[in-house]
């Protein structure tokens, strides 16, 4: 191979890719760009005053956060695969009356409100023998408190339709009357079953657990102010039946509802993102406020004043239904992230009607708040409970090195070693 890649040809075959991309894929999103680049440069993008190093807080808060992490192939025993998940919950408590400032709370005590942190789940399915759909089903509706499927899927539609539904008697002559079978069961939530493969099936497992232990936290007695997500709050739509194609969706939307009763602000942060043009949108920011700026840009939707942005137009979840993203950056070292909140939240409270001065000062407020708890110079400009998190719950290849030893053991002592264990083409040497 390495005698055809390293060849005139090749060099030749991808200086045609780049120059297909740039004559078409770049061309027009200069384009587009250059219709949005007075609207973020002037009314999108600004910067913040951000808190004194010695700041004493009023009323001190604490921070939650959550973080997941796994495979999807722990063990492949002929066509089964067995997926082992690990989510971890870190609460922190901002501290500034002390010299602890963002201090974990006693494992003990977190543990006795939330359970064994991190907490480890295994499923195991195989997805040619017609069995993908209700084995996920069975281990979605194990993971999950919330076990009342139409307790489960009402905020979504409370959200959806603003309020209009809000029990299942308000579906009477609605488009998704004729849906309330599918309502009630959370097999029947799976709509996606032709495209049940591994990272699908083990993505909507990871999402159930991470949203599973933010429920745990916002029912409990810890209170927090803030509970970060790791991720975007995308969902992804039935284009029929307009609404989520699969469980995890409603169950973003439950704990929104959830946050919004218990006056929890949920955010969702991704450091790796498909905002475009972010790495321009920056160099505005720079450019207007110096290097060394703290800067948000709000991305708006189609129900914003002036509508969406014209880069992200063509882009199914950019901005995600119901939700409101932004780009920003706490740290001239680290590339643009993205958050993303609650769109009734953040209308209720951050966005005021009519008056943008307000609702900027608002946003302001929160990203002042999000900076703060972004300090620790081993993650700077992240926030530190999400990091602390994502250290918590990570698997590394030593990790998963040993809990395939100890699969391989318990099969043994279960007098199993015959059947096939093998790693995927772990013969014939390849």
């Known amino acids: 191979m390495l005698d055809k890649i390293l060849t005139e040809k090749f060099r030749r075959t991808l200086k045609m890719v780049f120059t297909d991309i740039r004559n078409q894929q770049d061309r027009r999103d200069e384009q587009e760009f250059a219709k949005d680049e007075a609207r973020i440069k002037e009314r999108l993008i600004d910067t913040f005053t951000t808190y004194r190093p010695d700041v004493i807080l009023e009323n001190d808060f604490r921070i939650a956060a959550i973080d997941g992490s796994g495979t999807d192939s722990l063990m492949t025993l002929d066509d089964i695969r067995i997926h082992l998940l690990s989510t971890s919950s870190v609460v922190v408590d901002t501290n500034t009356h002390s010299e602890n400032l963002f201090s974990p709370i006693e494992r003990e005590a977190l543990e006795n409100e939330l359970g064994e942190q991190p907490q480890i789940d295994i499923h195991w399915h195989s997805g040619v023998r017609g069995d993908a759909r209700k084995k996920l089903a069975e281990t979605l509706a194990s993971i999950y408190p919330l076990k009342d499927v139409a307790s489960l899927t009402l905020p979504f539609f409370q959200d959806y339709t603003r309020g209009e539904i809000s029990s299942f008697s308000d579906f009477a002559e609605t488009e998704f009357e004729k849906h309330i079978p599918r309502l009630r069961e959370v097999e029947s939530l799976i ?86 043009f972010a790495h321009r949108i920056a160099g505005m920011a720079r450019d207007a406020f110096g290097e060394t700026a703290k800067w948000f840009c709000h991305l708006p939707s189609k129900e914003d004043p002036e509508g969406g942005l014209h880069i992200y137009e063509d882009r199914t979840y950019i901005p995600p239904m119901l939700a409101v993203p932004y780009l920003y950056s706490f740290s001239r070292d680290n590339r643009p992230s993205r958050i993303d909140f609650d769109r009734i939240w953040w209308l209720e409270n951050i966005f005021v009607s009519g008056d943008p001065g307000t609702t900027r000062a608002n946003e302001k407020k929160l990203f002042a708040e999000l900076e703060f708890m972004s300090r620790d110079a081993r993650w700077y400009g992240y926030p530190v409970p999400l990091a602390l998190a994502h250290e918590s719950c990570k698997l590394s290849y030593e990790d998963l090195r040993l809990a395939k030893e100890v699969c391989m053991d318990v099969r043994s002592e279960m007098g199993l070693e015959r059947r096939s264990a093998e790693p995927l083409r772990a013969d014939y040497d390849l």
């Open 191 to 276: 709509s996606r079953e032709q495209l049940l493969t591994n990272p699908t099936v083990h993505e909507e497992i990871r999402k159930t657990s991470e949203y599973a232990a933010a429920r745990r936290i916002l029912m409990s007695d810890i209170q927090p102010k803030y509970l970060l997500l790791d991720g975007a709050m995308s969902v992804f739509m039935h284009f029929v039946r307009h609404y989520p194609s699969m469980p995890s969706g409603f169950m973003l939307r439950d704990v929104c509802a959830l946050a919004r009763q218990k006056n929890v602000v949920l955010c969702a942060v991704s450091k790796n993102h498909t905002i475009p």
